[in-house]
């Protein structure tokens, strides 16, 4: 087993949740992992992303390889586009929230974003804070978008689940049945979706 | 024994921590502030009383540590690479003195300048000054090196350096940690005038460190972080220093590698296995994240020998740091692409938070400034050097730690008066002060705004070592009383800020406005803060 992803989204929008949840699970299958970060100075209203690998054997890299990605994770809709030279051209998917984070004056008319988007064989857009407010916060919506990546994942929607649990202990019952609601939210878009 | 899930850097800080440190000794700088984070967090830091609070800069953290050593304890030092450019005159000397108690020096490269102002390799500097240097490649060797480079530091009374690049300092994977070893008892140094470098103690020191030379090469063919593998295909032999083994490594995932390779982790290089590859291949491509080291040297200044590739002759680019795309078309290999990206994506450069004190302090002065022409405002490293860009576009300068008040002070010599200088608060303690000193002696017509809003922001909210003594140590400095205004950098003070800037600005003399209020990620955080200790009393109850 094998998954290389990326992460991609603006400072602040919690893709190193997203990257710790997908961590979590994949060591608690006893799986390898590296995780590339991005601290410092971008992460101030910048763009973000991380390269998250999950392998059942060694991994040598920590950065994911041009058109090898397997998976595009991305909260934001141009973020998700920013690295799509990384997915892999034949099986790759990219999966990414619809809900448009405008900090710049010349951020694109957001349906040519998604049309762009469209033009990608193996998407799933997803209206993340609109599902996550259903669940109860707009806050949830980066778990929103895990949900809806968690079936390309090759990890154990359980285990998922497991992970959550186990970061958001110290923050209480509530929190914990928030976020678990919301990838399950997530996940019932894109499995009915696809 | 116990697997952990740790960042570069914080395999460095656990493998400190585990090697016995009584200290480690850091100014904040990305990529290497997670390292002195973690020991700042950890339980069994705690518990064995390592000390750990920020230094005020480079320079103060190196003495520091090197007075530990001197003590016959074990001290880390911590830095971003420019940072050892502040830190140089202890580094470099340090390598004279020699080390008592074990002495590592750690610096953290930024190839492709993801946070800082060059790409700046700091394994020159273990080469310019004669000591061993560590480069690990990956999370494990950033443990096992660091505790080794302790271990090599005592044995050999030499200072080690660990260079990591960005990418090793900030990607996770597992690490196996190793027993905890002891910390060292006080004591001196058998020869008391060793850290005494009066010309005629220091050749003798000089001559010592000469003498440790085959040493410490002998130490890096044999410690095992320096490997020989051998191939079938000698039409090509590979040197891979640090990370870049990884991407190597990487390009071979499906196929086997039939080309020797000399992985390297440790330097002096290690001559005689550099000389068994060369003898063995037709040419060499030499994998370098960062200057082209060892490529230099085996090339020479005529490059009359075998053909060697690498970033000085376009097989890899000069400058960026290396990925394994980069390494794949080094090796002639097929690479691959991905989609296009579409035009549309726009770029989203960082800024200032919303709320941030900086922005209202920076529309105040870009106001006040309207009245002179451009070009002015001198600055120099924090969250406030966002302020270059759109839409505030205040600064005309950035070039290291304090340069704001020294650049200030040279073009006002050179007749543009007013000249401005913007500082923030931390960057103020770390090179400031002697900028300012400077000034108030030569009675500069400059103008100073220190940008005080109690951290260190730009690395993620570190302790500004001013703590809330700007004014004092402005005062103690010698700027006149009268001279130092303090403001607070809101937007319904504007015009009252906007007052007191215009009359500083056209005073013939040294001025410092103090714009005061607190960065608006600590104040949330310690909101938070608050409000869970606030809960938590309630459910006690």
């Known amino acids: 087993m094998k998954k290389d992803i990326i992460l991609a989204g603006v400072g602040g929008q919690g893709i190193l949740t997203i990257a710790t949840v997908i961590g979590t699970a994949a060591l608690l299958e006893g799986l390898q992992l590296k995780q590339a970060e991005v601290h410092g100075m971008s992460q101030r209203g910048g763009d973000v992303q991380s390269n998250l690998r999950i392998s059942s054997g060694d991994i040598s890299s920590d950065l994911i390889p041009e058109g090898k990605a397997d998976l595009i994770i991305s909260v934001e809709p141009m973020e998700s586009l920013r690295y799509i030279n990384m997915l892999d051209k034949n099986n790759g998917w990219l999966v990414t929230s619809m809900n448009p984070f405008v900090n710049i004056p010349n951020y694109p008319p957001v349906e040519d974003v998604l049309k762009a988007i469209w033009e990608v064989p193996r998407n799933v857009t997803i209206d993340a ?7 109860g916060s707009i806050k949830a919506a980066n778990i929103v978008a895990l949900g809806a990546a968690s079936p390309y994942l090759g990890i154990k929607y359980e285990s998922l689940e497991h992970a959550i649990k186990k970061i958001f202990a110290s923050k209480g019952e509530d929190i914990i049945n928030l976020n678990l609601k919301a990838l399950s939210a997530g996940k019932n878009y894109a ?3 696809t | 024994m116990q697997k952990l899930l740790l960042l570069g850097d914080e395999a460095i800080a656990q493998g400190a921590i585990d090697a016995g440190i009584s200290g480690v000794y850091a100014y904040p700088g990305t990529p290497s502030t997670e390292i002195t984070e973690y020991i700042q967090a950890s339980k069994d830091a705690k518990e064995n009383n390592i000390r750990s609070s920020w230094s005020a800069n480079e320079k103060t953290a190196m003495e520091s540590a090197i007075g530990m050593s001197y003590a016959g304890k074990k001290s880390l030092v911590c830095m971003k690479h420019v940072g050892l450019n502040v830190a140089a005159d202890a580094f470099i000397n340090s390598a004279i003195t020699g080390a008592n108690g074990g002495l590592v020096v750690l610096s953290a490269d930024d190839p492709s300048m993801h946070s800082s102002q060059n790409e700046q390799d700091s394994r020159f500097y273990g080469k310019f000054s004669l000591i061993p240097v560590m480069e690990p490649s990956n999370q494990q060797e950033a443990y096992d090196m660091t505790r080794y480079a302790f271990e090599l530091s005592e044995k050999f009374g030499t200072p080690v350096l660990i260079r990591v690049t960005t990418r090793l300092a900030h990607s996770r994977a597992g690490v196996e940690r190793k027993e905890m070893l002891a910390q060292n008892e006080i004591k001196l140094p058998s020869d008391l005038k060793q850290f005494i470098l009066l ?21 890096a063919e044999t410690s095992g972080f320096n490997t020989l ?6 039409s090509l032999g590979i040197i891979a220093c640090g990370l870049a083994y990884n991407y190597l490594a990487e390009n071979y995932q499906d196929k086997e590698l039939l080309y020797p390779v000399l992985k390297v982790g440790q330097y002096p290089i290690p001559v005689n296995m550099v000389n068994s590859l060369y003898e063995s291949v037709d040419e060499i491509l030499v994998l370098e994240d960062g200057y082209p080291l060892i490529e230099e040297l085996l090339r020479g200044l005529l490059n009359k020998g075998k053909k060697v590739r690498g970033r000085m002759d376009g097989s890899i680019p000069a400058s960026g740091e290396l990925n394994p795309n980069k390494v794949a078309a080094a090796l002639k290999l097929e690479v691959e692409t991905g989609h296009t990206i579409p035009d549309i994506v726009q770029g989203r450069p960082p800024k200032l938070c919303d709320g941030c004190s900086h922005t209202d302090s920076f529309t105040a002065l870009n106001e006040a400034m309207l009245d002179y022409s451009a070009g002015r405002v001198f600055s120099d490293i924090g969250c406030y050097t966002l302020s270059a860009l759109a839409p505030l576009e205040s600064i005309n300068s950035c070039v290291d730690m304090g340069a704001s008040i020294t650049m200030a002070i040279g073009a006002a010599d050179a007749g543009l008066i007013p000249s401005v200088a913007a500082i923030g608060d931390s960057t103020f303690t770390h090179s400031g002060i ?12 400059i103008t100073v705004i220190i940008l005080d809003n109690s951290t260190t922001g730009m690395t993620g909210g570190q302790d500004s070592s001013a703590f809330g003594k700007v004014e004092e140590i402005c005062k103690g400095v010698g700027v006149e009383e009268d001279r130092i205004r303090v403001i607070k950098p809101l937007r319904r003070h504007h015009e009252e800020n906007l007052k007191v800037i215009r009359e500083e600005l056209e005073y013939n003399g040294v001025s410092v406005i103090i714009a005061k209020r607190e960065c608006i990620q600590t104040l949330g955080r310690r909101m938070k803060e608050k409000a869970r200790q606030k809960r938590e009393v309630k459910t006690v109850k």
Do not use: C, H, W
Not at chain 2, 199 to 215: F, V
Not at chain 2, 229 to 234: E, I, L, Q, S, Y
Not at chain 2, 434 to 442: P, Y
């Open chain 1, 191 to 193: 499995v009915k979706k």
């Open chain 1, 129 to 135: 804070e609109k599902v996550a407010k259903e669940q």
């Open chain 2, 199 to 219: 010309p005629s103690i220091a050749r003798k020191q000089y001559d010592i460190l000469l003498g440790k030379q085959d040493d410490f090469e002998n130490d």
């Open chain 2, 229 to 234: 593998f051998d191939g079938t295909d000698k």
């Open chain 2, 434 to 445: 002697t900028g300012l000193l400077d000034a108030v002696n030569t009675k500069s017509p």
